[in-house]
């Protein structure tokens, strides 16, 4: 009786497992796109279409805070201080750099034509991918593909694109974000008149910033198509309290900002119209996909992934234009996802970073996993329901590059043929850990400089309480009665391991600490018995403020196991009886 069961269970979920048919995947990826400036509530057609019929992740973020580093962690899901691939151009980032780790022979669309995808891509793929390297090699996985190439990737009217692997074509005179759209449009088409199913990436450059080289590199705001001319006239970026403070925060270059004056702020005010009108452009070829789909009877059986690759300042912190830093206004980015099983008009707060999206697609294109350092997206209340990550990993090396026409932080610095303006050294590691007892942000500089922020009270992260002026607030803070500088070491520790981590470790970190696995978030680490352990944890630290990568310069670079013995470590048997009585 039971075997027969059994029998017909197991026959019928062979069946189904056949049966089920490999949903397509359509992902559209912005260049820059904000969260704290409202740019997702300017989308009238993503609301309808995307946010309104499936999910936003509310807590959603890239894992380094700028272009080339962030999509190559996005389509690896590898962390970037495993792909090396840290900068924009060479030597540690660009094409030719991802072409040298391997990159290209070994990432998201390969994987999935291995698994019978039909794949496509239009828009920008890498930074420094030119008009000259474009074919050594040709960028491998796609069916089809259509890549804008600098150096007139940020030209809105002045694309150049090569078309699987011919030589550049120039649309001098149309408009970039249309575009891209139209080839994007006619991939899906394509895509649909095969029967397997397929993979469609549209990657706009809209609303990053205008780039041109003559001789110099000169930012501007973005272009918009003269259709979108009259929109948003009364638009404002919203004065919160970090906007162009009155009292600064931060530390670094940071700290050190002269306040904006009114002309440069109303410019600010200006570029952030101009990235929403270029965002409209986006918004409606998200709707014309979605009615495409709808039209030949595909959208029930299509994933629909919205995100960008990092998220956008501009006068926050007293910053001009730009990315590059781990405040929330760049890490903090829009996700939106939409397909079958998709919870629809929800909200998500699941803790989900860039990482995950390889493993995620990866999965529901019913492939086995790859070796990524993420983990799927739960993409069902069940699964949200599980879901216990409550960390996101930050990481950055080299300068931060301030945008649109006032951008200047210090010296010009010379690199190569162009001059690059910098903020000086950037070069920090970041942790991000939202649980249900706290919102905390912590970072250590390359000049050993700290930060932690305490977004509960704290959401434009002004108040470091590392430093003197916020001594009383740090006396006050506490998470589970626990004082500062008992969590702290715990982040430390956590972030010791996050900045080496692969696979497994970077989504259970805890593990490594504790490797009998009965610790597995913050709350769990801050026991008092454990303070001894953490006090004597090395300290994540750095020797120098390097461009790149250099592990030489980066301090200590793991972290002690706990190795008490015996039932000692076991949960069961702590009975804390002390002032801490709240862990019993
Ligand atoms: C797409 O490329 C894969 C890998 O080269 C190949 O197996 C597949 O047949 C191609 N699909 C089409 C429609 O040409
Ligand atoms: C547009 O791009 C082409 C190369 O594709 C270049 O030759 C031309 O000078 C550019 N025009 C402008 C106005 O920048
Ligand atoms: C405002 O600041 C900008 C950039 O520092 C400067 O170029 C400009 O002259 C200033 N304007 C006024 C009115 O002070
Ligand atoms: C950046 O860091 C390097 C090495 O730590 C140091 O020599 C240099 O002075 C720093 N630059 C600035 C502008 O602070
Ligand atoms: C990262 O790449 C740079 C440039 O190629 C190299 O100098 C550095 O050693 C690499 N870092 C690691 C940890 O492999």
């Known amino acids: 009786m039971h075997l027969k069961i059994l029998l017909a269970a197991l026959s019928w979920l062979c069946h189904s497992t056949l049966a089920a048919k490999q949903p397509n995947i359509l992902f559209i990826l912005t260049d820059d796109q904000d969260w704290?400036?409202?740019?997702?509530?300017?989308?009238?057609?993503?609301?309808?279409?995307?946010?309104?019929?499936?999910?936003?992740?509310?807590?959603?973020?890239c894992t380094v805070a700028i272009c080339c580093p962030s999509r190559v962690n996005i389509w690896t899901g590898r962390a970037a201080h495993n792909t090396?691939?840290?900068?924009?151009?060479?030597?540690?980032?660009?094409?030719?750099?991802?072409?040298?780790?391997g990159i290209n022979d070994d990432y998201l669309p390969v994987w999935l034509q291995n698994a019978g995808?039909?794949?496509?891509?239009?828009?920008?793929?890498?930074?420094?991918?030119?008009?000259?390297?474009?074919?050594?090699?040709?960028?491998?996985?796609?069916?089809?593909?259509?890549?804008l190439l600098d150096p007139f990737t940020y030209r809105y009217y002045n694309a150049s694109l090569t078309r699987n692997g011919a030589p550049p074509v120039s649309y001098e005179g149309q408009y970039s974000p249309d575009v891209t759209a139209g080839k994007a449009y006619a991939f899906v088409e394509e895509a649909l008149s095969h029967d397997?199913?397929?993979?469609?990436?549209?990657?706009?450059?809209?609303?990053?910033?205008?780039?041109?080289?003559?001789?110099?590199?000169?930012?501007?705001?973005?272009?918009?198509a003269e259709r979108h001319a009259h929109l948003f006239k009364d638009y404002q970026i919203p004065r919160e309290e970090n906007f162009n403070p009155e009292h600064q925060g931060g530390v670094s270059w940071v700290a050190k900002l002269p306040r904006l004056n009114d002309t440069v702020v109303d410019y600010q005010d200006e570029y952030?119209?101009?990235?929403?009108?270029?965002?409209?452009?986006?918004?409606?070829?998200?709707?014309?996909?979605?009615?495409?789909?709808?039209?030949?009877?595909?959208?029930?059986?299509?994933?629909?992934?919205?995100?960008?690759?990092?998220?956008?300042?501009?006068?926050?912190?007293?910053?001009?234009?730009?990315?590059?830093?781990?405040?929330?206004?760049?890490?903090?980015?829009?996700l939106v996802i939409r397909g079958p099983g998709v919870p629809v008009g929800h909200i998500s707060e699941v803790v989900t970073?860039?990482?995950?999206?390889?493993?995620?697609?990866?999965?529901?294109?019913?492939?086995?996993?790859?070796n990524t350092d993420g983990i799927p997206i739960p993409l069902t209340y069940e699964g949200e329901e599980k879901s216990k990550t409550?960390?996101?990993?930050?990481?950055?090396?080299?300068?931060?590059?301030?945008?649109?026409?006032?951008?200047?932080?210090?010296?010009?610095?010379?690199?190569?043929?162009?001059?690059?303006?910098?903020?000086?050294?950037n070069t920090y590691k970041a942790v991000r850990v939202i649980g249900g007892e706290y919102n905390l942000y912590y970072a250590v500089w390359c000049t050993n400089e700290a930060e932690l922020y305490d977004l509960t009270t704290d959401a434009g992260e002004l108040r470091n309480l590392f430093s003197a002026e916020y001594a009383s607030q740090r006396e006050g803070f506490s998470i589970r009665n626990r004082p500062?500088?008992?969590?702290?070491?715990?982040?430390?520790?956590?972030?010791?391991?996050?900045?080496?981590?692969?696979?497994?470790?970077?989504?259970?970190?805890?593990?490594?600490?504790?490797?009998?696995?009965?610790?597995?978030?913050?709350?769990?680490?801050?026991?008092?018995?454990?303070?001894?352990?953490?006090?004597?944890?090395?300290?994540?630290?750095?020797?120098?403020?390097?461009?790149?990568?250099?592990?030489?310069?980066?301090?200590?670079?793991?972290?002690?196991?706990?190795?008490?013995?015996?039932?000692?470590?076991?949960?069961?048997?702590?009975?804390?009886?002390?002032?801490?009585?709240?862990?019993?």
């Open 353 to 370: 970073a860039h990482t995950d999206l390889a493993s995620t697609i990866v999965g529901l294109a019913g492939s086995t996993l790859q």
């Open 36 to 61: 704290h400036m409202q740019s997702l509530q300017h989308m009238p057609l993503l609301q309808k279409h995307l946010v309104n019929e499936g999910t936003l992740y509310s807590r959603h973020y």
């Open 484 to 584: 500062f500088h008992e969590v702290i070491t715990r982040l430390d520790a956590l972030m010791m391991v996050l900045k080496t981590c692969k696979g497994r470790a970077c989504t259970h970190p805890w593990e490594i600490l504790h490797p009998k696995g009965n610790v597995a978030s913050l709350t769990d680490s801050l026991q008092p018995r454990y303070d001894s352990f953490y006090v004597d944890q090395p300290k994540v630290s750095f020797t120098k403020c390097e461009l790149g990568y250099i592990k030489e310069s980066e301090g200590p670079l793991d972290a002690i196991p706990y190795a008490q013995e015996g039932a000692a470590d076991d949960p069961l048997s702590f009975r804390y009886q002390g002032p801490f009585s709240i862990w019993t």
């Open 390 to 425: 409550e960390h996101v990993t930050i990481e950055y090396w080299g300068v931060a590059i301030p945008e649109g026409k006032y951008g200047r932080y210090g010296d010009l610095v010379e690199t190569g043929d162009y001059d690059i303006p910098t903020g000086a050294n």
């Open 272 to 334: 952030q119209r101009a990235r929403l009108r270029s965002l409209q452009a986006v918004d409606e070829s998200v709707e014309a996909l979605v009615k495409l789909l709808e039209a030949r009877g595909e959208l029930e059986n299509t994933y629909i992934i919205y995100t960008t690759d990092n998220g956008y300042h501009i006068g926050q912190h007293r910053m001009h234009p730009g990315k590059e830093c781990g405040f929330e206004t760049d890490v903090h980015i829009p």
């Open 117 to 147: 995808y039909n794949t496509y891509y239009t828009g920008k793929l890498w930074n420094a991918h030119t008009v000259e390297n474009y074919d050594a090699p040709y960028a491998r996985g796609f069916n089809g593909s259509d890549f």
């Open 196 to 224: 397997k199913p397929w993979f469609v990436v549209h990657a706009p450059i809209a609303p990053h910033g205008d780039v041109s080289f003559d001789k110099k590199l000169k930012f501007d705001k973005p272009y918009y």
């Open 84 to 101: 090396n691939v840290t900068d924009v151009h060479p030597p540690y980032g660009g094409y030719p750099k991802i072409v040298r780790e």
